[in-house]
């Protein structure tokens, strides 16, 4: 009912930034969230950051000052600026949408973002 898909990641050295795409198509509501979560090997996936249709933004506090999410929402796209990149960002990121009102959650599959020393 509601696809995503990101693009955007890659391997870059430590500093270095990545802008990371996701564009959701489908059955889309109006209300809803998207956002950016990643996984690393033997970790479980964890929230890197979302945003709401109104722009309200929410980070997990190991990106905060150095990631910005932003979304257009007539393209009902999302992208995750990710700037001072560190080696502990090295995951996999996913995108998300979250539709509010029935509660489900849609997924994309994932791009890998690689960090070197």
């Known amino acids: 009912q509601v696809q995503l898909v990101e693009s955007g990641g890659g391997l870059v050295q430590a500093g270095g930034s990545l802008r990371l795409s996701c564009v959701a198509s489908?059955?889309?509501?109006?209300?809803?969230?998207m956002g950016w979560y990643r996984q690393a090997p033997g970790t479980q996936r964890e929230l890197v950051a979302t945003?709401?249709?109104?722009?309200?933004?929410n980070y997990a506090d190991s990106v905060k000052g150095r990631f910005t999410i932003s979304r257009d929402n007539a393209k009902n796209t999302v992208y995750l600026q990710m700037n001072s990149l560190k080696p502990e960002d090295t995951a996999v990121y996913y995108c998300?949408?979250?539709?509010?009102?029935?509660?489900?959650?849609?997924w994309g599959q994932g791009t890998q973002v690689t960090v070197s020393s």
């Open positions: 945003i709401r249709s109104g722009s309200i933004r």
């Open positions: 998300n949408l979250r539709q509010i009102l029935s509660s489900e959650d849609y």
């Open positions: 489908g059955s889309i509501s109006p209300i809803n969230v």
